[in-house]
Structure formats: structure tokens, C-alpha cells
């Protein structure tokens, strides 16, 4: 037997009318209440906060970056 899972209040929602009956459509989904569900039992919480890959590209930026920043302080 299926748990009978918590509800929020009614909650106002505008979706775009023609994404939402494409979704509707190729998942054989009745309702947009159902495709709002559709898409948060996809939802899967971050596991931890990962730091930043630091590239020479993003070493590049962020020295130009200190440096306008010095500028500015002028």
C-alpha cells in the first residue's frame, strides 16, 4: 500500500502553456498537479557544498578582476 504523502495549501502556479502540454503529452501525464510531481520525485538534494574548480581560465579572470578592483580603490 502507497503512503499517503503530505499536502501544502493551495499554492498559485503559471506554467507555459505549451511546455506544459508537451510534458503532459510525451509522459502520459492527466495533470499539471501530477507534472509538478513528475518533476520533484526527479529531484535529488546536493550532497555537499563542493569548492570551486580553479582553472587557468578562471585564474586569468580573477587576476584581471583584483586588478580592476585595486584600480578602483585609486
Not at 49 to 65: G, H
Request: charged share 40%; aromatic share 6%; no cysteine.
Amino acid at each position: 500500500m502507497k503512503k499517503k504523502a503530505a499536502k501544502t495549501s493551495p499554492i498559485g502556479v503559471r506554467f507555459n502553456i505549451d511546455k506544459l502540454e508537451l510534458v503532459k503529452f510525451e509522459n502520459n501525464i492527466a495533470t499539471p498537479q501530477k507534472v509538478v510531481d513528475f518533476f520533484l520525485d526527479g529531484y535529488e538534494p546536493k550532497k555537499e557544498k563542493t569548492e570551486p574548480i580553479i582553472t587557468k581560465t578562471t585564474e586569468s579572470a580573477m587576476s584581471r578582476l583584483d586588478a580592476l578592483r585595486k584600480i578602483k580603490k585609486k
